[in-house]
């Protein structure tokens, strides 16, 4: 059975950083396409950030490219997101997603099967 769990959220003033995690039970990140959305009270969920596959350049959406950092620990079996000079629109529930190696857009969902249960970012002073 797949399980990803998230953790590193919390709350942060604009401007701060947290470093997000998802650890894996039952795959490994190597072997998956890997990807980050966040889901705001009220707006639909979006990609943040992704890699469809290990060797795949990451991807970011627009809003948060030059900020955020997607990266896998292949020894740890772990994936990061790197959140740097936050602000408060990046406030959200942040999940990680996988499923095996596609073509497509990797910030779509559509393309995950695998979610964790979202871990929450809060950019406020």
């Known amino acids: 059975q797949v399980q990803l769990v998230e953790s590193g959220g919390g709350l942060v003033q604009p401007g701060g950083s947290l470093r997000l995690s998802c650890a894996a039970s039952?795959?490994?990140?190597?072997?998956?396409?890997i990807a980050w959305f966040r889901q705001a009270p009220g707006k639909e969920r979006e990609g943040v950030s992704c890699?469809?596959?290990?060797?795949?350049?990451?991807n970011y959406a627009d809003s948060v490219k030059g900020r955020f950092t997607i990266s896998r620990d292949s020894a740890k079996n772990m994936v990061y997101l790197q959140m740097n000079s936050l602000k408060p629109e990046d406030t959200a529930v942040y999940y990680c997603a996988a499923d095996l190696p596609f073509d497509s857009n990797c910030l779509e969902a559509y393309n995950y099967d695998y979610w964790g249960q979202g871990t929450q970012v809060t950019v406020s002073s």
């Open positions: 890699m469809s596959s290990k060797d795949g350049n990451p």
């Open positions: 039952g795959l490994t990140f190597d072997n998956y396409g």
